[in-house]
């Protein structure tokens, strides 16, 4: 199967579930009148087959108090950070910031290609990076898209899947959302390499570190439109928790 024939699988699949889930407010009332389905799960799938709704989840009383934890900031905190930032500076202005973070954070897409021994794809990180760093003036602009040159995301999460290391437990981290075990100690190892090695250890100011880390996340939560319990669903744990591993699974596996 071609890549356009698996994002096309993934986001039909998805999209099925979203409206399984969402649709799903009430269970229907059975009785021993009730007529037996014609076909059962296991007729219809593949026995090898992986089960979307079957996600381990081994810490879900402290992921669901995570998730309400994490709307109440989104609410009462982060939202209206990012609308006051969405009001004073333009869009356009807003473009520029964003191109600029992602020209930084080229450095780990970068390492984690080097990592998992994609050369062609580091190769064009490095040239992504050298041409928006000059001709885009520190990455403001993105020229080297316009140029075919496509950027190659990955993080260490990615590496370790790309190895075989499997997701591990379902996790909600208060204030940066869904996760895994797998996902959680990339992250770790993704901001260690970008302290101590990375961007971050080339400029010796707290100040500007600090300032980046600020714009960096308000930035991020600017560009994802999700917020919570707007789904329209009951089951909004549950739906998020599932897309979460399915597009983790669909960027491991491209």
Request: charged share 20%.
């Amino acid at each position: 199967m071609n890549y356009t024939s698996k994002r096309i699988s993934l986001i039909s699949a998805a999209l099925s579930a979203m409206l399984l889930v969402s649709g799903c407010s009430t269970l229907p009332e059975t009785s021993s009148k009730t007529i037996p389905p014609l076909r059962t799960y296991e007729d219809v799938v593949k026995k090898d087959s992986p089960r979307l709704l079957e996600i381990s989840d081994s810490m879900e009383g402290f992921n669901r108090g995570a998730y309400r934890f994490n709307y109440n900031f989104d609410k009462y905190f982060f939202i209206p950070v990012v609308r006051t930032y969405e009001f004073i500076l333009p869009d356009y202005v807003e473009d520029r910031v964003s191109n600029a973070i992602n020209n930084i954070g080229e450095f780990g897409n970068l390492t984690n290609n080097l990592f998992q021994l994609k050369f062609k794809d580091a190769g064009i990180t490095l040239s992504r990076f050298a041409i928006n760093t000059t001709i885009g003036i520190a990455g403001l602009w993105d020229p080297a898209t316009s140029f075919g040159l496509e950027r190659q995301s990955e993080d260490f999460g990615q590496t370790l899947g790309h190895y075989g290391t499997g997701n591990g437990s379902y996790i909600v981290l208060p204030i940066a959302g869904p996760s895994n075990v797998r996902d959680t100690a990339g992250m770790v190892v993704d901001g260690a390499i970008f302290t101590f090695v990375g961007p971050s250890a080339w400029v010796d100011d707290q100040g500007i570190s600090n300032a980046y880390t600020a714009t960096y996340a308000v930035d991020k939560r600017h560009r994802i439109p999700f917020r919570y319990r707007q789904t329209g669903s009951p089951f909004e744990y549950e739906l998020v928790r599932m897309l979460y591993t399915m597009k983790r699974d669909f960027d491991i596996a491209q």
